[in-house]
C-alpha cells in the first residue's frame, strides 16, 4: 500500500516521528505542497492509495485523476480541505482528527487573555534595555494592568474546549457565562451559567470564541454585535478567523469600544498584507499556534494513525463523509 502526506511539515517539523505510518505501507512525506497547484498535487499523489493531507484540497479533480485513492486521512479537526461528496460518490473515506488539543487551544486563550492584561514581553524587553535601571522608582509599568477576578468572561461554544478555559478563568476569580447550542446544565454553579447570545454580548468583559465555523456562527463579531457589547470589552479568537468581521473589529479597537483584541486565527492564513487587524490599535495576532505544542501533535499524530489502522481493519472511525 502506497501512502502519501502532501503538507507534513506544520504537524511534524522534526520533533516527532512518522514510524507508525511508514510501518503500514510505502511511505512519501513533502513537507510542503503549493495549494493551488493541482497538476502537482494529482503527481505527488499518484496512484496512492492513502493520502494524508493538512491544509492541501482535494478536490474533484484530484480525486477524478487519482483513481487508486481509497482513503483520506485530514491532519486536523477542519475537514473542508476534502470535496466529501466527491469522495464518498467514489466510495473513499475521509477522516478527521475530532479531538487532540482541547488544553493546548484553551491554554492559549488564556495565555492570550493575560498578555492583553500584562503585556509580560513588553515589560520584559523594557528591562533588557536598561529601562529600570535607570528609574528613579523601584518599579513602573508600561501598559494599564488588569486584574481579571470578578470580571466576566463570555465564552461562545461550551464544548471541550469552552470547558477549559471556562475552569481557568473561574480558578482566577472570574465569571463565566456561556452560550451553546447544547448545554450542559450539570455544569452550572455560582460561577458559570448559560445564557443566550444578546444577554453574552451585554454582559461580558472579555468575550472568548470556542465556537465552530457553521453559517450561523461566521461573522459572529460584526458591527451590529459589537453595539451591544461594554464599552472596553476585549476580545479573544482562536477558533475560525471567519467568526469576526476584520474591518469592523479594527474599527472598534481603533475607536475604543472594544479594548484590546488577540487573535490566534485570521480570515485568509497565512495572513494577507492588508488585513485591517494588522493596523488596529491594542491587537495582538499570532501566526495559528493554539494547536502547537509538541505534546498535542503527538497526540494528533497517534489519532491519525489509529484513523488508518481502523480504516484496514474495515472497521473505520472519524468519518466525516
Known sequence: MKIVVLDGYTENPGD???DGFERLGAFTCYDRTPLDNVGMIIDRID??????TNKTPITEAVLEACANIKYIGILATGFNVVDGIAAKKRGIVVTNIPTYG???????????LLEICHR???HSDSVYRGDWESCEDFCYWLNPLIELADKTMGI??????????GAIAQAMGMNVIAMDEYQNKSLECETMRYVDLDTLFKESDVIALHCPLFPSTED?????????????VIIINNSRGPLIVEKDLAEALNSGKVYA??????STEPISAN????????????PHISWGPKESRKRLMDIAVDNLEKFLAGKPQNVVN
Open 16 to 18: 516527532l516521528s512518522w
Open 47 to 52: 496512484d496512492a492509495e492513502v493520502v494524508i
Open 102 to 112: 482541547t488544553y493546548a487551544v484553551g491554554q492559549m486563550a488564556i495565555a492570550l
Open 120 to 122: 509580560v514581553q513588553n
Open 156 to 165: 461562545v461554544g461550551y464544548g471541550r474546549i469552552g470547558q477549559v478555559t
Open 220 to 232: 459572529i463579531i460584526c458591527k451590529d454585535s459589537i453595539k451591544k457589547m461594554k464599552d472596553g
Open 261 to 266: 483584541a488577540a487573535v490566534d486565527v485570521v
Open 275 to 286: 488585513n485591517p487587524l494588522l493596523k488596529a490599535k491594542n491587537c495582538i495576532i499570532t
